[in-house]
């Protein structure tokens, strides 16, 4: 097991736990529903990484990249580091990690 199965593995807890944070704090379905969504995408990459299928580094790229784009602009509309700039730093480490991987793997090709 590789470092971005165990990064996509954990920014997708991490997202799903997010959004029932988010819904118990707020009652926001949206939270709830997004999280839940992102975070069991992130999870089934994992598991596609995990087989060596290549999609699951794609998937969790785009997914990942995805989150990365909205909890930036949420940061940039609220400036509260909580949720938003904790989500956004890991998910660019957590985007990092999987380029990582995805590149080395395709030069070892």
Do not use: D, E
């Not at 807890?13 to 839940?36: E, P, Q, R």
């Amino acid at each position: 097991m590789n470092l971005s199965i165990i990064a996509s593995l954990g920014y997708g807890i991490l997202a799903i736990g997010g959004g029932i944070i988010g819904y118990i704090l707020s009652t926001s379905k949206v939270s709830l529903l997004s999280g839940c969504i992102s975070g069991v995408l992130l999870l089934f990459a994992a598991y596609l990484q995990f087989q060596g299928i290549i999609w699951g580094w794609i998937l969790a790229a785009l997914v990942t990249a995805v989150l990365v784009v909205v909890f930036a602009l949420r940061l940039a509309k609220t400036g509260k580091f909580m949720p938003a700039g904790l989500m956004l730093f890991f998910g660019v480490l957590t985007l990092a990690l999987i380029v990582n991987q995805f590149m080395t793997l395709i030069i070892s090709q």
